[in-house]
Nanobody, 122 residues
Framework: QVQLVESGGGSVQAGGSLRLSCAAS???????RGWFRQAPVKEREFVAA?????YYADSVRGRFTISRDNAKNTVYLQMKSLKPEDTAVYYC???????????????????WGHGTQVTVSS
């Protein structure tokens, strides 16, 4: 059982930056680890993912950067130019398959952290 722990959330003003971390009890090799977010009364949505490549939602491309540190079993999400609509609980998920075509699908991630709150004020 892989344990994922998110950290780095907080409150910032619009235009600010945050870096989220997702630390795991073990590495994920060439499988994928991703970030999703869930705003109040909305469904959880894909933000970014990384395996041997990186993938982004259109709403964050150019502002967010996902990266990995294999030595630390950690994935990062650097968020810049934050907007109020980025406000959400951010979750880290991990999957154990190689299906790139479904990299953005929530249902294919089998391990999840408990989330970290990001609040962006205008």
């Amino acid at each position: 059982q892989v344990q994922l722990v998110e950290s780095g959330g907080g409150s910032v003003q619009a235009g600010g930056s945050l870096r989220l971390s997702c630390a795991a009890s073990e590495g994920f090799g060439i499988h994928a680890r991703g970030w999703f977010r869930q705003a109040p009364v909305k469904e959880r949505e894909f933000v970014a993912a990384i395996n041997w490549n990186t993938y982004y939602a259109d709403s964050v491309r150019g502002r967010f950067t996902i990266s990995r540190d294999n030595a630390k079993n950690t994935v990062y999400l650097q968020m810049k130019s934050l907007k109020p609509e980025d406000t959400a609980v951010y979750y880290c998920g991990e999957r154990r398959d190689f299906m790139v075509s479904t990299i953005r699908q929530l249902e294919d991630y089998i391990y999840w952290g408990h989330g970290t709150q990001v609040t962006v004020s205008s």
